[in-house]
């Protein structure tokens, strides 16, 4: 089998090389697979432009002895972003509608040779005007599929047949041992696990555990500029926290890098996920920002162990901490004051400056409420620049959509957690969201790249907005076009260095912005415009903003799990023996195998496939025996088109245990 599986390779790389100029094929057959050769081995996908059968050349010219195994007389093949000349017809009404196509000048031009027994390639233009990468390639809609279930759920040991009695979240499942979600960490291929244990006089316990997949340390690497932390999730049958970890990417969507369960929230524990995660993550001295949960216990520990972060807390996260402890329960206060209290410090969060956080301030001293100034004074009031917007600091810029994408991944994350359910199903259920939310984001750079959006007519050629769209992603892009917006509103005075005006340079600005986003400010759009410079700079623009680099360490395949984590955690069903558990093993893996070919079959071989199956698993079931025979196709022409018979056929041996008569085959051909 191996050397029948080499061969195809060979065949297939043979006829990939062989599309080129002055290259003969004796059927359109041999055309359609040195084709998908090609598409497979240089991931990018052709289309057929325009053609011409023989059958409607004849009609125009004399017939001639044609091979009929050629179809076509002349056709011309184009990728599948050009083709043809595209000229936008947008008014600019719908600003978000893209398109494939981009004016890929890739085009392959085949013709039928004089005696018109072959094809000929004439031309072959291979230099694309985009980028080409495998992921892209396989999420184009001719590759896409049906994704493949999540691996991690095969490790779900919960019948999905048992009866609801076994599900229901009113029936707290009896207490399991946290050392199965350990185990079931550390054999996922490449995940970095960190066990902190507690000992007592009775007996050793697992504390706390600090949890990577080579995927999220990937993001990590690639993203270190800002660490947000969220540590609210408590829904497992012992209510331990769950902090997530998360990253902003070049697209300013937020992914999960981590996740860490604490048993113990006592300073230990904060020390211990503090060092595990730098352990697992040598690119922590980049980090510059750190966006922690206020409700996060110990939370000081953070500036204690990284020194040289700026603090901060989201918007989100201040107004949740807000609503959770300025209660009637919890301070004693009335209806009518906890409202009052709480529109005056939401206000508060959103102040641009330190006289409208004061005067905010003073109206809740006025409203004289002793249990909540107390509350504020002590928790809120000495670290306002970490919260209050105008305060905060100038990574303030790198948080712009935070909250909003924050609360999202929360709230999904929590729609798919279940109460009171078992730890082991807590952790299979998280690792399904989180594989959830990469198959939504990988659809986004997707769309970024295989898509380029409509320019209205009426815009100006080429403009700075166009060709820094060429280079930015969509969220970065969208920061520098607010940037250009805030331009024209700024004087420009040369030669003169008055106080308090900032001295700006055709490349460089002190500005907070351009400090820590590194892409172009209003300050220097307004320098490049007063000096006749070119408004579009490409080096202005730092990589971790630019669609290559986006591309390159987001991707557009989610992360997956090893066939062999599922091969090693699936229970085979109770009714076995051992010795059919044992062939039960053997056997799921084959099965695997066989669907995932059966799925990258064309629907028409796919059907075919599958009715084999079906023969071969009633015999089984009826423990009858089944040869498998592959049979060389067959081609043959009718009306012009060519055809094959099946390349596989199911021969079932049925015993006669009346006789000693060979057994009767059944051999059944699709």
Not at 520 to 534: N, V, W
Request: aromatic share 8%; charged share 25%; glycine share 4%.
């Amino acid at each position: 089998m191996d050397e029948v599986i080499q061969d195809n390779e060979d065949m297939a790389e043979a006829a990939a090389t062989k599309l080129k100029v002055g290259a003969t094929f004796d059927s359109y057959a041999e055309v359609q697979f040195a084709i998908h050769a090609y598409q497979t081995r240089n991931f990018v996908q052709l289309y057929i432009r325009d053609s011409r059968t023989f059958c409607n050349a004849a009609r125009r010219a004399a017939n001639k002895n044609v091979n009929p195994w050629l179809k076509y007389k002349e056709i011309n093949f184009a990728c599948v972003h050009g083709g043809r000349k595209y000229k936008s017809h947008s008014s600019g009404v719908r600003p978000n509608q893209k398109t494939f196509l981009m004016d890929c000048p890739v085009s392959l031009k085949m013709r039928m040779t004089p005696d018109g027994q072959s094809l000929i390639v004439k031309s072959f233009q291979e230099q694309h005007n985009h980028s080409i990468s495998k992921v892209s390639f396989l999420s184009l809609p001719q590759r896409r599929k049906e994704p493949p279930p999540v691996l991690i759920s095969n490790l779900n040991k919960t019948d999905s047949n048992a009866p609801a009695a076994h599900v229901q979240a009113s029936k707290p499942t009896p207490p399991v041992d946290i050392g199965r979600v350990v185990e079931t960490m550390r054999k996922i291929p490449g995940a970095t696990v960190h066990v902190k244990t507690s000992t007592t006089e009775q007996n050793k316990t697992l504390s706390s555990i600090f949890f990577q997949t080579a995927h999220m340390k990937n993001l990590f690497q690639a993203f270190p500029d800002v660490l947000l932390i969220d540590a609210t999730m408590k829904q497992n049958e012992t209510n331990i926290p769950l902090y997530l970890l998360m990253i902003i990417d070049s697209n300013g969507e937020l992914h999960i890098a981590g996740l860490f369960m604490a048993l113990l929230e006592d300073s230990a524990t904060t020390v211990h996920f503090i060092s595990s995660f730098k352990a697992s993550n040598p690119n922590h001295t980049r980090t510059e920002c750190i966006v922690a949960d206020a409700g996060m216990p110990h939370r000081d520990l953070l500036a204690v162990h990284f020194p040289n972060v700026t603090m901060s807390m989201s918007e989100l996260h201040t107004l949740r901490a807000f609503r959770r402890e300025v209660s009637t329960e919890k301070l004693g206060i009335s209806p009518d004051q906890k409202t009052a209290c709480l529109q005056t410090m939401e206000k508060m969060v959103s102040a641009q400056s330190k006289e409208e956080y004061d005067e905010y301030y003073n109206i809740l001293q006025f409203l004289d409420i002793p249990q909540v100034l107390v509350y504020f004074n002590d928790n809120w009031h000495g670290k306002k620049e970490e919260w209050v917007t105008g305060l905060r600091s100038e990574h303030k810029h790198f948080v712009t959509t935070a909250p909003k994408h924050l609360e999202m991944t929360i709230q999904k994350v929590r729609n798919i957690i279940r109460k009171s359910f078992s730890i082991p199903t807590f952790f299979i259920d998280v690792m399904k969201c989180i594989d959830s939310l990469a198959v939504e984001k990988g659809q986004k750079v997707v769309d970024m790249v295989q898509k380029v959006k409509l320019i209205p007519r009426s815009s100006e050629a080429a403009s700075s907005e166009e060709r820094f769209g060429r280079v930015l992603t969509p969220h970065a892009l969208g920061l520098v076009k607010q940037q250009l917006q805030l331009a024209l509103s700024i004087t420009v005075i040369r030669n003169v260095k008055p106080a308090g005006m900032l001295q700006v340079k055709a490349e460089t600005c002190p500005c907070g912005f351009f400090r820590v986003l590194k892409l172009p400010c209003r300050h220097i759009f307004a320098a490049r415009r007063g000096k006749g410079f070119d408004e579009f700079d490409a080096t202005l623009c730092f990589q971790r903003w630019t669609r290559q680099y986006y591309l390159d360490h987001c991707g557009m395949a989610r992360p997956q799990l090893a066939d062999t984590l599922v091969d090693q955690m699936r229970d085979p069903p109770a009714c076995l023996d051992a010795s059919q558990q044992e062939k039960y093993s053997k056997a799921v893996h084959l099965a695997q195998r066989l669907a995932l070919a059966a799925a990258r079959l064309p629907h028409h071989d796919f059907v075919q496939a599958v009715s084999c199956l079906e023969t071969v698993a009633s015999a089984w079931e009826r423990q009858e025996q089944v040869i498998v025979a592959s049979m060389d196709p067959t081609p043959q022409i009718q009306n012009g088109t060519y055809t094959s018979l099946s390349s596989m056929s199911v021969q079932e041996a049925r015993v006669d245990e009346d006789s000693c008569q060979p057994p009767r085959k059944k051999i059944c051909q699709d």
